[in-house]
């Protein structure tokens, strides 16, 4: 997603270069505008660096600098407009429409979401001339995130503080998005699971999490209500998203069992263990005794098979992971554990899968063809299978509705 950051001159605007960090966690690419008065308070250098572009201030309007294009094809270019920190100033002239510096100017080109993150002294927030303009901007769609309550820069303590960076993330996350599974309720299982050999050891797989956690958050980004079930992962809980934790397949199986009722959709993205150890020894096996020379072991349920019981009416997706024939091991997962759409991961390939950022998936569905989603970031590839998950999902509320 495309961020147009307009930064502005206050003293928040100090906190512009790690907003932009935060944007590009999010996997946006971010540009930014900085207005006369931001470059006091920002360096310009800052935000090329972590913007990875040249940043785009006043001198761009002058003759022979190809200002005039710049406005059109940054507004163009961006699929939210972010004004972080906002100035009474540029608030109210956003608010009237006013266009004249290469910020506001560039505002009336952006036709997506605009998403406003205030910053300046209370008194001026609580002016009506500033309330005025926040209830116009409001009015008109604009997302206004904060101000917080806290520390000013006049030392005093008041309604007028940058809202928290994540949280900003969150609105232009939130304003982008197309809010198609809003009220929907999805379950997500990631991760690998530990099945204990004693005390002090395991067995794993090298599954990190990341495509499950992945789902979670753009389903939660796309108004979901996410539960994310992770075996152990050392990623951070995706904003937004209930996370609950477990450790083994049996673990997992319960956790899934509570959670999937009245889920609309269940997502297992987890590496589930398919033996565990007959018996865990309570302490720690000793070398001398033999104890590790062979360990018996037993199967795990599987528990995407069981969700065909435990969860009949919800759309249920598995993964394959596989080191060949990846079609035909997944078309007969598909039809052995009831699923409606299964993604095809191909675990051979150190570029994709297990613990890369990026993964290359092919679908298969119950009916229709496969849909092969090119390699990308996880994110993405987690919105193309979500976009699937809808197509299920608006194909149950059409046969309702004809019968
Ligand atoms: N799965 C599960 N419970 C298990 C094993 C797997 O729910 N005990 C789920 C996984 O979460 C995934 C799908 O089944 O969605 C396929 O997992 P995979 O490991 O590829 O297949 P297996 O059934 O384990 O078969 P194999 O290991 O023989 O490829």
Not at 35 to 42: E, V
Not at 97 to 114: I, N
Not at 241 to 251: C, G, I, Q, Y
């Amino acid at each position: 997603m495309n961020v147009l950051l307009g930064v502005c001159g206050g003293i928040a605007a100090c906190k512009a270069p790690e907003l932009v960090r935060e944007l590009g966690r999010a996997d946006c690419r971010v540009r930014c505008i900085l207005t006369p008065a931001a470059s006091s308070f920002c360096a310009p250098l800052a935000l090329e660096i972590l913007s990875g572009h040249e940043v785009w201030d006043e001198s761009y309007l002058r003759p022979g600098t190809g200002g005039v294009e710049q406005h059109v094809e940054l507004g163009q270019w961006a699929d939210v407009l972010l004004v972080a920190p906002a100035t009474a100033n540029t608030i109210s002239r956003l608010a009237w429409g006013l266009a004249d510096d290469l910020l506001t100017t560039t505002a009336l080109m952006v036709d997506g979401p605009v998403v406003v993150a205030p910053a300046m002294h209370a008194t001026m927030w609580e002016h009506p001339a500033v309330r005025e303009s926040v209830a116009r901007l409001r009015q008109r769609g604009v997302r206004v995130v904060g101000p917080d309550v806290g520390p000013l820069a006049s030392g005093e303590l008041g309604v007028g503080r940058l809202a928290e960076l994540p949280a900003i993330a969150s609105a232009v996350l939130a304003a982008a998005s197309s809010g198609d599974l809003a009220g929907r309720r999805v379950v997500v299982t990631a991760g690998p699971t530990w099945e204990a050999v004693d005390s002090v050891r395991f067995l794993a797989n090298r599954s990190s999490g990341r495509m499950g956690f992945a789902i979670a958050e753009r389903a939660a980004r796309r108004g979901a209500v996410v539960r994310l079930i992770s075996g152990p992962s050392a990623l951070a809980a995706p904003h937004g998203v209930e996370r609950r934790d477990v450790t083994s397949a049996l673990e997992m199986l319960e956790a899934v069992r509570e959670e999937c009722e009245g889920a609309d959709v269940v997502v297992m993205a987890a590496a589930v263990a398919d033996y565990r150890p007959a018996s865990a020894a309570a302490g720690k096996l000793k070398k001398r005794d033999g104890g590790l020379e062979s360990i018996a072991l037993v199967e795990n349920p599987d528990i995407l098979a069981e969700l065909a019981r435990m969860a009949p009416d919800a759309v249920r997706v598995g993964f394959a992971a596989e080191t060949e024939d990846l079609i035909e091991n997944a078309r007969q997962k598909l039809a052995s554990k009831g699923a409606h759409l299964l993604v095809a991961n191909d675990v051979s390939r150190r570029d994709i899968g297990f613990d890369s950022h990026d993964n290359e998936v092919v679908v298969l569905r119950r009916e229709g063809e496969p849909v092969r989603i090119g390699k990308r970031g996880k994110g993405e590839v987690a919105d193309g299978i979500l976009d699937l998950v809808r197509g299920e999902l608006d194909a149950r509320t059409r046969s309702a509705v004809i019968s």
